[in-house]
């Protein structure tokens, strides 16, 4: 299977990232028409706990793209670094760790709810990108597949 230049470096990214942001803007409309629910009435906790998972994730998102580069550059299938935990650490960066903080920070039981919706529609987006893998890596991917998970780490079976 050939893989153009693009799809190598962008993958379902932009496609899930128009979703993430629809769904978000809408989220954030219902959130000001029910009067901002908060999740805690002192936001402080919130507040720090959000900015932890938005540095995690930002590190995560810089760390992964460094590592890739060598993926992009020798098409070589990404078995190190953060893709020793997960499968797609970029899209896992955004969708387990930044946006999550977001709904935090702002303390916003609406935007954490779309938040959470997210994940199954991006779990939806990477099967097409995990199918033209497959075809690229055939076994060699099956087994990674098999041992990483998709956006959250599956520690139990190291």
Same mark, same amino acid.
Not at 4 to 27: D, E, N, R, W, Y
Not at 103 to 110: K, T
């Given at each position: 299977?050939?893989?153009?230049?693009?799809?190598?470096?962008?993958?379902?990214?932009? %496609? @899930?990232?128009?979703?993430?942001?629809?769904?978000?803007?809408? #989220? $954030? &409309?219902?959130?000001?028409? *029910?009067?901002?629910? /908060?999740?805690?009435?002192?936001?402080?906790?919130?507040?720090?706990?959000?900015?932890?998972?938005?540095?995690?994730?930002?590190?995560?998102?810089?760390?992964?793209?460094?590592?890739?580069?060598?993926?992009?550059?020798?098409?070589?299938?990404?078995? %190190? @670094?953060?893709?020793?935990?997960?499968?797609?650490?970029?899209? #896992? $960066? &955004?969708?387990?760790?930044? *946006?999550?903080?977001? /709904?935090?920070?702002?303390?916003?039981?609406?935007?954490?709810?779309?938040?959470?919706?997210?994940?199954?529609?991006?779990?939806?987006?990477?099967?097409?990108?995990?199918?033209?893998?497959?075809?690229?890596?055939?076994?060699?991917?099956?087994?990674?597949?098999?041992?990483?998970?998709?956006?959250?780490?599956?520690?139990?079976?190291?």
């Amino acid at each position: 299977m050939d893989i153009s230049i693009l799809q190598k470096i962008v993958g379902v990214g932009p %496609m @899930g990232a128009v979703i993430s942001l629809v769904l978000l803007t809408m #989220a $954030a &409309w219902v959130d000001h028409v *029910l009067g901002y629910p /908060a999740i805690l009435v002192n936001p402080a906790p919130m507040k720090i706990i959000g900015g932890v998972l938005a540095i995690i994730g930002v590190g995560l998102f810089f760390w992964s793209v460094w590592v890739m580069r060598n993926w992009w550059a020798n098409n070589e299938l990404c078995i %190190m @670094g953060p893709f020793t935990w997960f499968r797609h650490p970029m899209y #896992a $960066a &955004w969708i387990t760790f930044i *946006l999550p903080a977001v /709904a935090l920070y702002v303390n916003s039981w609406i935007i954490l709810f779309f938040v959470i919706l997210l994940h199954p529609i991006w779990h939806q987006l990477v099967i097409r990108e995990e199918k033209m893998l497959f075809e690229i890596f055939q076994d060699e991917y099956r087994v990674y597949a098999a041992r990483t998970g998709r956006f959250f780490p599956r520690i139990w079976t190291r």
